[in-house]
Structures are given as structure tokens and as C-alpha cells.
């Protein structure tokens, strides 16, 4: 007698499918939002409730939404760098220690000169700050190209030494004399300052680099041969090669661009919001970052939505502790869940689930 | 002097047996050909449940085994989603460390300044009282023995049994494995999840032995230092111990130079673990035949049979 | 009457967009040598593959000895009698030969593996060192590991798939002999081939699969090789034509005392490498693979940067140092071994893999931009005339069949106008009709002025297409000699010679 047993196989799709590439984010989004109220209801508070706090609450006013899309420069800045990397195969996930490398050489000229009134002083920050980022990058970047030592290890190790070096000068070296003993540097000059958009919210200038950087990258990967090569080198590395697309370039080149970025987020986090030095700078940009950069599909303009849609539930999250009493720590929680569905789901676009029926005879 | 010595001795110990735990894990994992970047992640699991299991039970022994079931937990994760479904595994190890961290520091949340009865170093009447070998020897908290019971067997099973013939050839040719008949994915399944359970054990370690206590990111690196610290072994146990020490002495180097006030600020000197990190990698990897040459082969790669 | 040892009755197999089998019946019987022939993508492998338990039939029975059964997986194929030696081993090569051997067989103690495996390897003339690391062996005595493995479990019916791909003709002779010497011991062999002369010396039985479908059933004495290929290929086939050799003393490729170290971790070194190709000729290098053919393609490409010693010149110009690009702006194109991840690259679209390549040569970036509806045009061109079948420009490189895909990348090549052309293994893996296409426009090139390098492991191949002939080996090359000059079993000499020295000596012989 033959039995028909219904089966649920993958199949690879010619094609990868598009509208799961797109899809597959948002489908992460809403299953983590399930899990979340899951979460919040073993927490014995309202999932409703605690959900709404988290995404919904902070696009409801514009002051949550200035707030969102501050929090969503570093963000994307970074998300936008960690993307050319990651699709060229180059795992720098130190971006958290470039970010505060980028801080700590981009803020010198404004502890230095603090009460310099110099319109120049903000550009040379900028600059000094992309340059901390690349510097700090560089390490990572020399010792692979030189010695072949694993970017990832060797990234992520300058984190830490990052954080020690950031802590020892804002409670040393560059603590501020008027600032009783707190760690923290002085205060910035207001010409160190990045220039506020409206009054009584918080949107600056860097927000709107955040912003208009990834269709800046967008058009330069899609229209030009740097663009093309990093697609090559990170599908293929052997075919990059033989088409003469140098290693070493590519992975100088994505580790510049990662780290500039990121430092270059680090000293606009310091010369806006904060407006200082302090021994926490950042809430994890680097790590969530690589998140942003999953999230948005290795796409600049991708990282730009992700970076938004991660930046709601950090605003989410700080909401949640105020009016619910719920820990700030559900947020680091979130995005983990984020990925992990995310990567789940991207099955989906290399692969077709099918039902297909093997006949088998029972005896 | 002698006293100095041995006690230099024993908190070497301490501060290597973490990583021994989760090193052995992880080369086991790689042997496999299975990448998990997640050991930082498994490991604050392992020492957040292996904690909280101590402070509801009062059994140390419970928190140890909850250490290690936490982290297969966590490591089964990453499993299906590598295995399974075929998600990138650097990526996916990435994610399963966002994970344990965000779920170590929101569950520990309770745990925060809780303070459990320490795993008491052993005391065996006679032997541990022989002069200077007798600590050495026979003075160490269990799970210390524990962890280098746990690398001796691994050292064996690699070399010695059958099972881990089969698991190196797994990591050597997964499709040969597959073509000669052997459940490729099953076998990756069990070395992910040993990988996870030494995670877990050296996680608790953390938080039941090394400093009686649960505080956020605890582990502060040690699980990356881990992953490191298999690469320097090039994938061979016997120098995972002598790596694992090797770190260990750096640690309570830093801790006596700061003690000591030699007039370098503190941060720097706490630099040191992660500095050496990247100085040994690089010593290491500048011979890449020699990486290349111990690496399993299939490392990292998602493999789907054909059926 | 005596039952068959195994018969397949109406088996089938479907891959997401192919039937791989269709319907096919297959009876061995006790002490054959049974031939399974057909083109590449004819469906052999993966009939064997069921048969070896490694894949599962989707349709048909399996009848062993009368009975029907169910091969669930490799361990009970080797349980029922049935060994393997497969075309791309499956071996390990951080792994001694006793290891090797040992993982395919139940738990025992090797110690006293140990000893059986040298006295089966002594009992069969198939020399092995139990303690020698897969990965410093040749791929001969890779495939006596693999035949001795199996006959260790003491199969009654021995896989081979196409075993002589990587044996000299010498080397076959050998494999000849024990095989005849295992059948008459009353095992039987399924012998995999698309070798039309060495299934007629061999085998008393052949099954002819073409298209997934069993097309014929025939004993190969009674058969021409012309009249199996015909069986096999559907239609009448034209052996390669000759050309005129126009007489040029133009060098387009010079190069002298190359020496390059292999940066694969167990590759081969080029050692002092001398060759010069003229205009109007075609070179062709032979030899096994894994003898320096995919490190002198790299070092004429120059993907692998500067070589240790000696040098390279194209066009006249001095190339040593060059890099690849550069070195395609004196003239040359470049086709390599590997189709996907090196020539081409599998998730990009056609249009992208054409830019691959040609965007310096062609023109098709301008400051930094690229000009993609000219390479969208180049890519419809490569398309026509070269008879690409893709479902459209932007197909993606991974969807095209191995011939096609080759068709492709020639073409790719071809069309920049290159006054030489490197191609390694053009025709490996490709069905007969496009392996003409690609040998007809490697000639057409030639004979408008270009020069051409062929690698190819394909004796075949090289004779009929080559004007001069050198063999490779151990990362040496002998001195190139015309191709009417050299006999195949000169050549076949030369590929299992183990140094230049020896080589010219057996060559000069």
C-alpha cells in the first residue's frame, strides 16, 4: 500500500527572492514585538501597555520624534559604515571602539581651546574625529593585512582598551578642574557645539548627515566600480581576485570607511547631545550598530530605516522604565531577539519552503 | 617568597579556569568546523542562571549544572539557526552575544548585590598540608579540577577515540563525512552544544567561584579572550592550558602591579588582558600555513546535504 | 537462472527545476564490468548516488539479489556489499591514509587495520603508506586509497566514477588490471565513463543515459567509439577539425625561467617554467590535476602577484610585475579553471559578471561610473553570438548550466578582441555540444593572428586542438614539442614523471 507522507522541504531558489529580502526584516520586527509581549506578560506587566511604550509612545509627539531621530544618527552613521564592511566579508565589530576613539581625538581641540569662539574649531572636529575613528580602525587593518590576525578579535579587543583609555583621561588627564571630581571633561564651547535645527528640540546638524549619508553611499555603491568591487569581494573573494581587485585594498578601505564613520558618529555624539567627555559616552551604539546594518540588509538606505526603527525602542526603552518601571535591560534583550529572527527569516530568501510528497511503499 | 609564589600560583589558576572551560568548548565546536562567535553571550547566561540557581537552592552543585544546561540552552539557539536553517555563523554568533548579554542583564536584574556562599577551595587532610606542593596540588576549588579533567578527556577523545576521529573528519570535509555516511549536522549539533555547556561552566565559575557575586557584562571579554585563546592553541588542548594560564598570569599581574602602585594609572594596566589578546593573535597568525594548516577546513561554512 | 546481483527498476529523480533521473532500469549481473555511460549532466552521478544510499529515489525499485530493498544511507550500502570510489573524493586531507580507511569502515582497532590494509594494498598492487597525510598525495594514489577502502569491506559490487579522469594513461593500465582481477573473483563493477575506448576494452555490458533517461542497453565490443558516442551524444559528432597552421614568428607570450610558490597551503610550486606561444599556434599544456596547472594559470594572470623568479612577457612588454588588469590591457584575456567563484561570480547577474572583466578593456567606466547599459549591450552580444542559453541578461550566473555558464565566460573573453588567449580545462565538466562551440572559437581567434595557451587534463582535448604540446608535472614543464611529433604515450610518460630531468630523458627516448 503506498503511503503519502507530506514533507516540508527547503529548495534553493534561483533567484534569491526580493520581496523576502524585504520582507524578512519586517516579519523580525513583528515576531520580536510577539515575543516581546510574551516577555512582558512572564514580567506580569501589560503587553499591550509595555508594547505601545515601546513602539508606538516615542513616534506619538514630536519631541519623541526628535528624540527618535537623534538617537538614530549614531546609529546609522555607523550602521552605514559596518554594511560596506560586512558585505565585503570584513567583520570589524570594534565599531564601539572606534566611535569613542573618533570622541576622544574630535573633542581635543574643544578641551584644549575651551573657550575658543573659532567657527573653524567645529570643521576640525569633525575631521579629528573621522581620523580617530580611522586610526583606532587602522590597527585592526595592519595587523590582517600584515600578519593575518583576525579583524573580529582584534576589533573587538580595541573596545575594551577604548573604554579603559576614555575612563582614565575623563577622570585624569582631561578631567574637568570645575567639575568637582566627577569624571567628565569641561563643557564644550558653544563654537564646538553642532548647531541646533528648531528650538525646544534636540534635532542638529549631525542628524541631518545621518540622514542624508546613506543615499550619498547608496548612489556611489550602485553607480560606481568601488561600489561593484565590494559586492565582488565579499560574494566571491577568489573571483575579486582574479579580476585584479586587490585584498589588501578592500579591507583597508572598508575598515577606513567603518571607522571614519564611526568615529565621526563619536564626535557628534560628543560635541551635541552631550556636549562633553564623560565615561559613558554610549549606550552600545557599536555593538547595535551591527545590528542596524543586518537589520537594513547591508543596504545604506536600509541602515537608515533600521537605524530609525532601533532607535524607537531605545526611546521606547527609556520610556518603559520611566512610566512602567520596566528595566532598561529588556531593550539589549530586544535586539538580540531582533537578529536572531532576522537571520531565521533570511532562509527565506536564499531558500523556498515546499511540500512535497515521497511515496514510500509500507509493507 | 614562597608564600607570594603560591599564591601567585593559585589565582592563576582561578583566572584561567574560566577560559579553560569555555576555550575547550569552543575548540571542540571548531573541530567540528563550527564558527560560534557567541561564547561571550553563553558564558554571561551560564553565570546569571548559574548564580540565580545557587541563591534559590543553596546548592552549588545545582548552579553548576544550571550554568551548563543555561548554556546549551543558549547555544541550541544558535545551532538551528546555523545549522538548521543555514544563517551566517559570524553573524549569528554575533547575535547569539547581543542576546546573552540583553538576557543575562534583564533576568540578573533581581540579582544584583546578592551575595552566595563562595565554591570553597578543597581540603584534603595530610596531602594539602604538605609543604609548598600540597596547595598546588591539592588546594583548589573543584571546579578547577573539574575544568582540567574536562581538557585532559577532550585531549584524549580527540586523539584517542574513534568519535573524535569522526568529528575531525567532520571538520575536515563535511561532504566526505556526508558521502561516507555520517550525520554531519547531528555530529555539529552535539559539538555546538558541548561548546555551549563548557560556556555555561566557565560562566559560573565566574560568578560562583572567581567572585561570589552576579553584576552586569561580568565576564568583561573573557569569552572573546576564549575564542583567541583557541586560535593561539592552534586547535590543540594541550596549549589551550598553557594559553589559558599564560592569561591567567597576565590578569593577577595587573592586579599586584596595581596593588603595588608602580605609578601606572590603573585603566592602563587593566588594558593589559586585551592588549596581549591582540599581541598573541598576531604572533600566532603571522605564520598562516601553520593557521591554516591546523585550522579544520570547513570552519565556518553552512553545509546542506543533498538528500 | 541466476538472479542479477542488482537491478533498478524505473527510477526517478527530480531536482528543483531538472528530472536528474527518469525512469531508468539498470541489471548488473555477477563478475561484470558494467559500463554506465553518458554525457556530463547525463544523470550518471546521481544514479549512483542511489545506489550508494547517498541520495534517495523519488520513484522506481531497488532490487539486490532479487530482493527489493531500500538503500537508506552509505553504512547500509556498504553492509549489502556495495563500495564507492567517487570522482571528487571523499577523503580528508588533514587525515592520514589509516584514518582515512578506518572512517569508512565499522569500529576496529587500527593496529590491526594496520596490517590488513597493507595486505589487501600488496595483495592488489596498489601501493600505500598507512601513515601519510592525504593532502601530500597524488591524486593516484588518493584513488588507490579510496579502492582500497572499499575492498577492505570486500564489496560485491565496486562504484567507480570516473575513475581514469585523473590517472595517466600508465596509471589506467594499472587500475585496468585490478579491476579485471577483482571481477574475476566474481565481484562486479559499475564502471562510470564517458571514455568511449577504455569502455570497449573494459566492459562486457554498457547502459547509455543521455538526458536523464536510459537510452540504451549494448555490449561495447560489439559497438565503434563512434557509434557509442553517437548513442550517447543523440546525433552524429564531428571530431575536432584541423587547422592550418600559419607559420608566425610573433611572439605574443614569452615566458622564461618562471618560478612561483604555490600560496595554497598544499598546492604545487612552479619551478622554472620556460614556454613561448607565437601567433597563429595553440600551446596546449597536459598533465594531472594538481600538478601546477591552477598556480601557472595565476601566475600568468598575475592574481597571485609577482612570481619568485623569471619572467613574463605579453606583447613584447615586460608583464612580470604587472597586475591582472594591466596585464589584459596588453592584449590578454584569461579564462580559469574554476567557473564559479573565480571566473564568474554566482549571485550576480550576467550583465554584472560580463563588467567582471572587461570593464577596463572595453571601456565601460569613466571616471569611477560605470556605463551599465553598454555593458548590458556587450552582454546581449555575448549572449547571440555565442548561443548562451539563459532565461536573460540579467539571469543570474549561478542558474546556468556548466556548459552554458563556459559559453558565457569564453565569450566574455573572446569578444574583447584579446591577441592571446589563457583558457585552463575550457571543455571540463561541458556537454559535447558546447565543447565543440568553445574549440571553435579558441580556433577562429587563432587563426585571425591571436595565440592561444590551453590547459586541459583532456588528452583528447589537447591533441586534437593543439599545435604544440607540454606537459606539466610536479610544477615542471617540459619542453614543448609539436603535437605530431609526441605520442600519447609519451605524454602519458611525461605526466607521471616526477622531475624535468627524467621527463625529457623518457620524452627524448
Given at each position: 500500500m503506498p503511503l503519502e507522507m507530506p514533507l516540508l522541504t527547503l529548495e534553493a531558489r534561483a533567484t534569491p527572492s526580493a520581496s523576502a529580502a524585504w520582507l524578512s526584516p519586517l516579519l523580525a520586527l513583528t515576531l520580536t514585538a510577539i515575543t516581546g509581549a510574551a516577555i512582558f506578560l512572564v514580567m506580569g506587566k501589560s503587553p499591550g501597555i509595555a508594547l505601545y511604550i515601546y513602539f508606538i509612545e516615542p513616534l506619538t509627539s514630536w519631541s519623541g520624534l526628535s528624540e527618535v531621530l537623534v538617537k538614530a544618527g549614531p546609529l546609522i552613521l555607523i550602521g552605514v559604515g559596518l554594511s560596506i564592511g560586512f558585505r565585503a566579508g570584513i567583520w570589524n565589530i570594534g565599531a564601539e571602539g572606534q566611535f569613542i576613539a573618533g570622541a576622544l581625538l574630535g573633542s581635543a581641540p574643544a578641551i584644549f581651546f575651551y573657550e575658543s569662539a573659532n567657527p573653524l574649531i567645529l570643521p576640525l572636529m569633525m575631521l579629528l574625529g573621522i581620523l580617530g575613528g580611522m586610526g583606532w580602525a587602522a590597527i585592526p587593518a595592519v595587523l590582517k593585512t600584515r600578519f593575518n590576525a583576525n579583524e573580529i578579535l582584534v576589533s573587538l579587543m580595541l573596545v575594551y582598551v577604548a573604554e579603559l583609555l576614555l575612563i582614565h583621561l575623563v577622570q585624569g588627564p582631561w578631567r574637568n578642574p570645575q567639575g568637582w571630581g566627577f569624571p567628565g571633561t569641561r563643557m564644550f564651547p558653544d563654537a564646538a557645539l553642532l548647531p541646533v535645527l528648531f528650538s525646544?528640540?534636540?534635532?542638529?546638524?549631525?542628524?541631518?548627515?545621518?540622514?542624508?549619508?546613506?543615499l550619498l553611499v547608496w548612489f556611489a555603491l550602485a553607480k560606481t566600480q568601488f561600489g561593484f568591487q565590494i559586492k565582488v569581494f565579499g560574494s566571491a573573494p577568489l573571483a575579486a581576485r582574479h579580476a585584479g581587485i586587490g585584498e589588501k585594498r578592500m579591507i583597508w578601505v572598508t575598515l577606513m570607511i567603518g571607522g571614519g564613520l564611526a568615529g565621526l558618529a563619536g564626535v557628534i555624539e560628543a560635541s551635541s547631545t552631550i556636549g562633553q567627555l564623560v565615561p559613558k559616552i554610549s549606550p552600545g551604539y557599536g555593538f547595535t550598530a551591527i545590528i542596524v546594518a543586518f537589520l537594513g540588509r547591508l543596504h545604506p538606505v536600509g541602515a537608515l530605516l533600521a537605524g530609525i526603527a532601533i532607535a524607537v525602542t531605545y526611546i521606547g526603552g527609556e520610556g518603559a522604565q520611566i512610566s512602567a518601571g520596566l528595566p532598561k535591560a529588556v531593550t539589549g534583550l530586544f535586539q538580540g531577539i531582533i537578529l536572531f529572527y532576522l537571520l531565521a527569516f533570511d532562509l527565506l530568501t536564499r531558500y523556498r519552503l515546499t511540500r512535497i510528497t515521497i511515496s514510500k511503499s509500507a509493507t | 617568597m614562597t608564600e607570594l609564589i603560591i599564591a601567585s600560583i593559585m589565582t592563576i589558576m582561578t583566572a584561567a579556569t574560566p577560559l579553560i572551560f569555555a576555550a575547550t568548548g569552543e575548540l571542540?565546536?571548531?573541530?567540528?568546523?563550527?564558527?560560534?562567535?557567541?561564547?561571550?553571550?553563553?558564558?554571561?547566561?551560564?553565570?546569571?542562571?548559574?548564580?540565580?540557581?545557587?541563591?534559590?537552592?543553596?546548592?552549588?552543585?545545582?548552579?553548576?549544572?544550571?550554568?551548563?544546561?543555561?548554556?546549551?540552552?543558549?547555544?541550541?539557539?544558535?545551532g538551528f539557526l546555523t545549522l538548521s536553517l543555514l544563517s551566517n555563523q559570524v553573524a549569528t554568533g554575533l547575535a547569539l552575544t547581543i542576546f546573552g548579554t540583553g538576557l543575562s542583564a534583564l533576568f540578573g536584574l533581581e540579582?544584583?548585590?546578592?551575595?552566595?556562599?563562595?565554591?570553597?577551595?578543597?581540603?584534603?587532610?595530610?596531602?594539602?598540608?604538605?609543604?609548598?606542593?600540597?596547595?598546588?596540588?591539592?588546594?583548589?576549588?573543584?571546579?578547577?579540577?573539574?575544568?582540567?579533567?574536562?581538557?585532559?578527556?577532550?585531549?584524549w577523545f580527540l586523539r584517542r577515540t574513534r568519535a573524535g576521529m569522526v568529528l575531525r573528519a567532520v571538520g575536515d570535509s563535511d561532504y566526505s563525512a556526508h558521502a561516507i555516511g555520517y550525520p554531519v549536522i547531528a555530529i555539529r549539533y552535539a559539538a555546538v552544544a558541548f561548546g555551549g555547556a563548557m560556556a555555561g561552566l566557565g560562566g559560573a565559575y565566574l560568578s560562583l567561584a572567581y567572585t561570589p557575586l552576579w553584576a552586569e557584562n561580568m565576564s568583561a571579554g573573557r569569552g572573546w579572550i576564549a575564542l583567541a585563546l583557541v586560535v593561539f592553541a592552534s586547535w590543540r588542548p594541550s596549549r589551550v592550558l598553557l594559553g589559558a594560564m599564560l592569561f591567567g598570569g597576565i590578569t593577577i599581574l595587573q592586579l599586584n602591579a596595581q596593588a603595588a602602585g608602580f605609578g601606572i594609572p590603573a585603566s592602563y594596566m587593566s588594558m593589559l588582558p586585551y592588549i596581549a589578546t591582540i599581541v598573541v593573535l598576531v604572533l600566532i597568525s603571522r605564520d598562516s600555513t601553520r593557521i591554516r594548516l591546523n585550522a579544520p577546513a570547513c570552519l565556518g561554512r553552512a553545509f546542506r546535504a543533498e538528500r | 537462472m541466476i538472479p542479477a546481483l542488482l537491478e533498478l527498476r524505473g527510477i526517478q529523480k527530480i531536482f528543483p527545476g531538472c528530472i536528474a533521473n527518469d525512469d531508468i532500469d539498470l541489471t548488473i549481473a555477477p563478475g561484470e564490468i558494467h559500463a554506465l555511460l553518458g554525457e556530463n549532466g547525463a544523470g550518471k552521478s546521481t544514479l549512483v548516488k542511489m545506489i550508494y544510499g547517498v541520495l534517495r529515489p523519488d520513484q522506481g525499485e531497488i532490487l539486490w539479489r532479487g530482493e527489493s530493498i531500500q538503500i537508506d544511507n552509505p553504512a547500509s550500502a556498504r553492509a549489502l556489499g556495495i563500495?564507492?570510489?567517487f570522482q571528487h573524493f571523499s577523503l580528508f586531507e588533514s587525515m592520514t591514509t589509516l584514518e582515512n580507511v578506518a572512517l569508512a569502515l565499522p569500529a576496529q582497532n587500527l593496529d590491526l587495520l594496520r596490517v590488513q590494509l597493507e595486505k589487501t594494498a600488496n595483495e592488489y598492487g596498489l601501493k600505500l603508506h598507512p601513515d601519510r597525510y592525504v593532502y601530500d598525495l597524488s591524486m593516484g594514489e588518493r584513488q588507490r586509497i579510496e579502492i582500497v577502502r572499499c575492498l577492505l569491506q570486500d564489496p560485491k559490487l565496486l562504484i567507480l566514477d570516473e575513475p581514469t579522469s585523473v590517472l595517466t594513461p600508465q596509471e589506467s593500465d594499472v587500475l585496468f588490471e585490478t579491476l579485471r582481477k577483482l571481477v574475476a573473483e566474481g565481484r562486479s563493477i559499475l564502471y562510470i565513463s564517458h571514455k568511449l575506448e577504455e569502455v570497449r576494452a573494459l566492459c562486457g555490458q554498457a547502459t547509455i543515459l543521455r538526458g536523464g533517461k536510459r537510452v540504451d542497453n549494448c555490449v561495447p565490443v560489439e559497438e565503434t567509439a563512434q557509434s557509442l558516442a553517437e548513442k550517447m551524444i543523440g546525433r552524429r559528432v564531428e571530431p575536432i577539425q584541423d587547422r592550418e597552421t600559419p607559420m608566425s614568428t610573433q611572439k605574443r607570450l614569452v615566458v622564461s625561467n618562471l618560478s612561483k610558490r604555490s600560496d595554497e597551503l598544499h598546492g604545487t610550486d612552479i619551478q622554472d617554467v620556460t614556454f613561448t606561444v607565437h601567433a597563429g599556434e595553440i600551446l596546449g599544456i597536459a598533465g594531472i590535476a594538481g600538478n601546477g596547472q591552477t598556480e601557472l594559470m595565476a601566475a600568468l594572470t598575475g592574481e597571485t602577484g609577482p612570481p619568485q623568479s623569471g619572467s613574463i612577457e605579453i606583447e613584447n612588454q615586460d608583464a612580470t610585475a604587472m597586475a591582472p588588469m594591466d596585464r589584459r590591457q596588453l592584449g590578454a584575456v584569461f579564462v580559469p579553471e574554476e567557473r564559479i567563484g573565480q571566473a564568474a561570480v554566482s549571485n550576480l547577474s550576467l550583465i554584472q559578471n560580463s563588467f567582471l572583466t572587461s570593464g577596463k578593456r572595453m571601456g565601460f567606466i569613466s571616471a569611477g561610473i560605470i556605463d551599465w547599459s553598454a555593458v548590458d549591450a556587450y552582454t546581449g552580444h555575448i549572449l547571440d553570438r555565442f548561443d548562451v542559453r539563459a532565461t536573460g541578461r540579467d539571469a543570474l550566473a549561478s542558474s546556468l548550466s556548466g556548459g552554458n555558464l563556459q559559453k558565457f565566460i569564453v565569450g566574455r573573453e573572446i569578444l574583447q578582441t584579446p591577441q592571446l588567449i589563457v583558457v585552463s580545462q575550457p571543455t571540463w565538466g561541458v556537454d559535447a555540444g558546447a565543447a565543440a562551440a568553445i574549440h571553435e572559437q579558441i580556433q577562429g581567434l587563432v587563426a585571425n593572428g591571436a595565440a592561444a595557451l590551453v590547459i586541459s587534463q583532456d588528452l583528447d582535448e589537447i591533441f586534437g586542438l593543439c599545435d604544440q604540446i607540454a606537459v606539466i608535472s610536479q610544477g615542471n614543464l617540459s619542453t614543448p614539442r609539436p603535437a605530431a611529433e609526441i605520442t600519447t604515450e609519451a605524454v602519458g610518460l611525461l605526466m607521471g614523471a616526477s622531475n624535468h630531468a627524467s621527463g625529457d630523458a623518457l620524452a627524448n627516448a
Open positions: 525646544g528640540y534636540r534635532i542638529h546638524l549631525g542628524t541631518i548627515i545621518a540622514i542624508v549619508l546613506p | 571542540i565546536c571548531e573541530k567540528s568546523g563550527v564558527l560560534n562567535l557567541g561564547v561571550e553571550g553563553m558564558m554571561l547566561i551560564g553565570a546569571v542562571f548559574g548564580f540565580a540557581a545557587v541563591t534559590v537552592t543553596g546548592a552549588p552543585v545545582l548552579g553548576v549544572f544550571a550554568g551548563a544546561l543555561a548554556g546549551i540552552f543558549a547555544s541550541l539557539i544558535f540579582y544584583v548585590g546578592k551575595t552566595i556562599e563562595q565554591i570553597e577551595p578543597i581540603h584534603i587532610p595530610l596531602l594539602t598540608d604538605l609543604p609548598i606542593v600540597g596547595r598546588i596540588l591539592f588546594g583548589h576549588d573543584p571546579l578547577i579540577y573539574l575544568a582540567i579533567a574536562i581538557l585532559g578527556l577532550t585531549a | 563500495g564507492m570510489v
